[in-house]
């Protein structure tokens, strides 16, 4: 999660980046992991590009869903319980946090 002064440091980067290429449409890529699409690890980063890595372990790839409390050498779990934990694990640091810096993050 970002603070609104980052999502706009963001957007201004983007577009000062595309005036510099020459491309309007330019833009950052992004992961946009809470739609249901984005369940799942991206095209984007499984195919030869700048985003890609060749380490990367090919078991997370689609159709298994991104385990957002994956540790090596754990038991293997169905869909349902990944899809399960991951809307627990964010429903605890997203939802259920009271105090702005558990949410925002602390000063730095």
Request: cysteine-free; hydrophobic content about 30%; overall charge neutral.
């Amino acid at each position: 999660l970002y603070r609104p002064s980052h999502r706009w440091y963001l957007y201004f980067h983007e577009k000062i980046l595309g005036s510099l290429i020459g491309d309007p449409s330019f833009a950052l890529p992004f992961w946009s992991w809470d739609q249901e699409g984005g369940r799942y690890i991206p095209d984007m980063f499984r195919r030869e590009t700048a985003l890609y890595d060749a380490k990367r372990n090919t078991s997370h790839y689609e159709p298994t869903r991104v385990d957002l409390i994956y540790s090596p050498g754990s038991d293997v779990k169905s869909d349902k319980q990944i899809r399960e934990d991951n809307l627990s694990v964010m429903y605890n640091n997203v939802a259920k946090v009271k105090q702005p810096d558990a949410f925002f993050g602390v000063r730095y």
